[in-house]
């Protein structure tokens, strides 16, 4: 199994500047197969709500691989199918249902 680092090319909308950024768009991206390495999101994990991170993209099996944040100070990765459909809030990607604000894990504040 191969994992790239790197975005699908038919992910990409327009081309790169020469700067090698992409500028900044009103418009959010829908699934989650369409959001940049190194985004953030909110993730829906069984009992609550957590940060997670886009690590990577298997386009062997078509799926993202997320870094998600454990409130107890690890990390972990899962994988979820890359047409999974995100909500927004504001500029915020969120892959779940239901309302994340009430069920946000709480993590360590000493960090």
Do not use: K
Not at 25 to 31: G, R, V
Request: charged residues 20%; glycine residues 8%; neutral net charge.
């Amino acid at each position: 199994m191969e994992t790239t680092h790197e975005r699908p090319p038919d992910a990409l909308a327009q081309d790169a500047p020469p700067g090698g950024l992409l500028p900044s768009t009103d418009t959010p991206a829908t699934t989650l197969g369409s959001l940049p390495v190194g985004a953030r999101l909110i993730l829906r994990c069984r009992a609550d709500w957590r940060a997670a991170t886009v690590a990577a993209f298997d386009p062997a099996t078509a799926r993202v691989v997320l870094n998600v944040a454990s409130p107890t100070g690890h990390t972990y990765r899962v994988r979820r199918p890359a047409d999974s459909p995100l909500a927004h809030e504001g500029h915020l990607p969120i892959l779940g249902e239901g309302s994340w604000r009430a069920g946000l894990a709480r993590y360590d504040i000493r960090w």
